[in-house]
């Protein structure tokens, strides 16, 4: 599904992006702009991932936005997975539900 004249299209990329349907700008300036994005799926290669994040000059923006997206969308639950704004998905779940401290890390 690429054809932007499809209703389909349309409708994924306003899911996406809002109701512009265009990524945000800084996306052609992010490190991973050139890179396969199976890259930031495949669990064998999440340093490789991390790597490219870590040199990104819009890492903060990707965080950002992606933390946005995550949060609106409630899809941090079903699709939490992969390497985006420099994060992992472990961890990224770890800022929406932290561990409760146990009475033995208190003291």
Do not use: I
């Not at 790597?51 to 079903?78: I, K, N, Q």
């Amino acid at each position: 599904m690429s054809n932007p004249s499809e209703p389909g299209y349309r409708v994924l990329m306003a899911l996406l992006f809002g109701l512009s349907g265009q990524p945000p700008a800084w996306r052609a300036d992010a490190a991973c702009a050139d890179t396969d994005p199976e890259l930031f799926f495949d669990s064998q290669h999440t340093a490789d991932a991390l790597a490219v994040c870590a040199g990104c000059p819009v890492l903060d923006l990707c965080r950002a936005d992606h933390t946005t997206w995550e949060s609106a969308t409630r899809s941090r639950r079903f699709y939490a997975s992969g390497v985006v704004g420099g994060t992992t998905a472990s961890s990224r779940n770890q800022t929406y539900y932290p561990r409760k401290q146990s009475r033995e890390d208190v003291a």
